[in-house]
């Protein structure tokens, strides 16, 4: 079932991305919605999740995928025709050893602000992707 994170304060769930604002402070930088993530989204992401797992209780985490979610056809054609840009968005698949529970978190990356995880979802009878440390 997906989670989503109810609102709270400013830092909840944020992490820096993207350049350095005025107030010393690390914004994600705008891009279309289907640019690759940056090094400093991933980055930004990586930390939100860690944040999370954190608030959650899950303990030790490893990044299995930090990437782009694509946002639906019909947003993008909108998009073509005048209209507003759909939110990009950031996706991680998470496993947290030694227990291998599988977790997927999806988080907002918006111009100008620090990404925020929407929402999270523990997946059941799965086996991430075996990946050598």
């Known amino acids: 079932m997906f989670r989503p994170v109810p609102a709270m304060g400013a830092t909840a769930f944020t992490a820096p991305c993207g350049q350095r604002d005025s107030h010393n402070s690390v914004q994600c930088s705008a891009g279309h919605p289907l640019d690759p993530l940056s090094s400093e989204e991933i980055s930004s992401i990586a930390v939100a999740c860690h944040a999370l797992a954190k608030r959650e209780g899950w303990g030790q985490l490893r990044f299995n995928v930090i990437t782009m979610k694509e946002p639906a056809k019909a947003d ?7 209209g507003p840009a759909p939110q990009r968005l950031g996706f991680a698949i998470l496993q947290t050893p030694p ?8 988080l907002a990356l918006q111009p100008g602000q620090q990404p925020t995880v929407r929402g ?10 075996a990946t050598p440390d």
């Open 76 to 82: 993008l054609l909108a998009l073509e025709a005048g």
């Open 99 to 106: 227990r291998s529970v599988v977790y997927e978190v999806t």
């Open 120 to 129: 999270w979802e523990q997946l059941e009878g799965v086996e991430p992707l």
